[in-house]
């Protein structure tokens, strides 16, 4: 079972940058597809960028709205995936979760139901 504990999370300025770091507990963590999620309040949890496992690099996705201004990586030797953020708005303003896929189950998808893996949260909110 893996184990993630994000961090990262904080108050920034809109217009801002802040990365949020996702540490995995399990050496194989490179074969888990990783993304993030992040939920506002009344708001449904959503996807907001995925990265693929090892044997599907280049598997890349990010929601519409992350688009030129999130990127998603990992390095697999520390076990950590990140989210790099910039151009913040308000509405970007959320708890952040990261999660992962099964061993193997290496392509991103975009619903929350096909990660099997969640970390606690970290809290981003962005102020004017």
């Known amino acids: 079972q893996v184990q993630l504990v994000e961090s990262g999370g904080g108050l920034v300025q809109a217009g801002g940058s802040l990365r949020l770091s996702c540490a995995a507990s399990r050496p194989t963590f490179s074969g888990h597809s990783m993304a993030w999620f992040r939920q506002a309040p009344g708001k449904e949890r959503e996807f907001v960028a995925g990265?693929?496992?090892?044997?599907?690099?280049?598997?890349?996705d990010y929601t519409d709205s992350a688009k030129g201004r999130f990127t998603i990586s990992r390095d697999n030797a520390k076990s950590t995936v990140y989210l790099q953020m910039s151009g913040l708005r308000f509405e970007d303003t959320a708890v952040y979760y990261c999660?992962?896929?099964?061993?193997?189950?290496?392509?991103?998808?975009?619903?929350?139901?096909?990660?099997?893996?969640w970390g606690q949260g970290t809290q981003v909110t962005v102020s004017s």
């Open positions: 999660a992962a896929r099964t061993w193997g189950a290496r392509p991103v998808v975009t619903t929350a139901e096909a990660y099997a893996y």
């Open positions: 990265i693929s496992g090892i044997s599907r690099t280049g598997d890349i």
